[in-house]
Structure formats: C-alpha cells, structure tokens
C-alpha cells in the first residue's frame, strides 16, 4: 500500500476526532481542479509502507484516542483509496480495525468514485467494513468552506444509504452474478 501520511484530524469528519490516513497515489483523469493534496497524486513506490507497519501505527494512535473519546473515526483519504493501488488495504484495514475496536472506530471513506462507478467497477468487497462515505470529485466551483463535505456535489452517506442506493442500483441492472455474491 502506498500512504502519503498519517494524522490526527478533528476535520476530516463532521462529528469524531480520529486519525487520518491519506493514501499515495489517485487514478482519476482529469485530476481534480485546484484539489488540496496534488502532492498525492503519483503512484510512488518511495511511499510504500507494509501492512504490518501500518496496522500496529493505526491501532496505537486510535488507542491513545480512546483515552479521551468514546468514539473515534478513520478516515480513508487521498490520492484515492479506491486505486487499485490501494484498495487491499482499505479493505484489509477496515476488517481488522472492526473486529478489533467494533462500533468504537467509525471507518469514513472519501472517494471520487460515486455509487454507481463503485458498483460498475466491482468494488464492493473492498468497501464492506467502510461506516459512512464521501463520494464524488472535488469541484471548486461548489466548494463552501463551512459544510461538509466541502463541495456540495459530493454525497456524505451512511452505511444503510450506501447499501441503498447500491440496492437500486443492483434492482435496475436485473441483479448480476457479481451482485448476488455481495452482502448488502
């Protein structure tokens, strides 16, 4: 996996404080307008980190959170977690984050990707331990600085509103092998 970096955040999510993993590397073309982490960008073996390494950094920061907060988010970042670069770990991570901390640790996943490009590009296995989303590209044109998530043409969804919506999705398709392997 390729991390750009690691931090606590008390705004990458509307309600916890939690820590932040900004992922290396977003496959979306064009790039973003004037988006707020050109620096990740590139697909750069340099920012490689092993799972191992990731995981024990993770749970030490999220316990030191819980020594003030009751809950804690964390959030998936980028670049794009979603990149095939990237997508193992989001999964992987978020599995072993649940069964290690349950509902303590809300997992937040921002994506360019909308539901339906997660659906068509057979993605959500990768997402299925993810709490809550913001997905769609960053457009600075419907930025408003005191809202989150920041554009207004990005959709925040909870778990039940992302399974919804890939429900809709499934039933207008006329339901696909591929969607009746996956738990909703």
Known sequence: ML?????FSNV???RFPGISIYFQGCDINPKCTNCHNPQTWEFDDRYFVPYESL????????????NVYDLVSLNFLGGEPLSEANR???KILSKDIKELFGTKVIILLYS???????????LLNYVKYVDEFVLGRYFEKYKN???FPVTKNQLYMSREEFDKAIKKLIKK???DLYANHIQL
């Not at 991390?3 to 931090?7: D, F, G, K, M, S």
């Not at 995981?55 to 819980?66: P, T």
């Not at 360019?112 to 057979?122: L, S």
């Open 3 to 7: 991390i750009n970096r690691i931090l």
């Open 145 to 147: 600085p005191n809202s």
């Open 88 to 90: 193992k770990a989001v």
């Open 173 to 175: 398709n006329g339901g």
């Open 55 to 66: 995981f024990q950094r993770i749970k030490k920061d999220l316990n030191l959170l819980f």
């Open 112 to 122: 360019w990707r909308k539901p339906i490009e997660i659906y068509e590009q057979r």
């Open 12 to 14: 990458d999510h509307p």
